[in-house]
């Protein structure tokens, strides 16, 4: 492999993983969105929240476990989904009905993936 191609291979790579992180920060912040626009309830260790509450405690659990992150579902696995306490699943209750955090995370997430342009953000 001559010296430019392998300049060219390494900018591909360098730009490619780049891309990679920008899309899989987009899809957090859309799943921390969606979740404090939700007006869902939180459980977390038999304890019930709001949904601007879930989403700062999401928040402060993934700035707290960044360097473990490499891809959305890892942000879901070690932020949204039990307490790294007691181990206990978060469930969340909309619309009367109840689901895991994880569940229903993988479930938006899927959706956002299938059409990111009609994301909706409310504020």
């Not at 659990?61 to 473990?68: G, H, L, M, N, T």
């Not at 490499?70 to 942000?75: K, P, V």
């Amino acid at each position: 492999m001559t010296k430019i191609a392998r300049y060219m291979t390494t900018a591909l790579l360098l730009v490619s993983s780049s891309l990679a992180l920008a899309g899989m920060q987009d899809e957090i912040e859309h799943l921390l969105r969606f979740v404090e626009s939700s007006g869902c309830e939180f459980e977390r260790n038999g304890t019930v929240y709001d949904s601007k509450e879930a989403r700062s405690h999401i928040e402060r659990k993934y700035d707290y476990i960044k360097s473990r992150v490499d891809e959305t579902d890892d942000f879901i696995k070690y932020a949204a989904t039990k307490s790294s306490m007691s181990g206990n699943k978060y469930k969340v209750t909309c619309n009367g009905k109840q689901k895991t955090s994880a569940e229903w995370l993988h479930d938006e997430l899927s959706r956002y993936r299938a059409n990111p342009s009609a994301a909706v953000v409310l504020e």
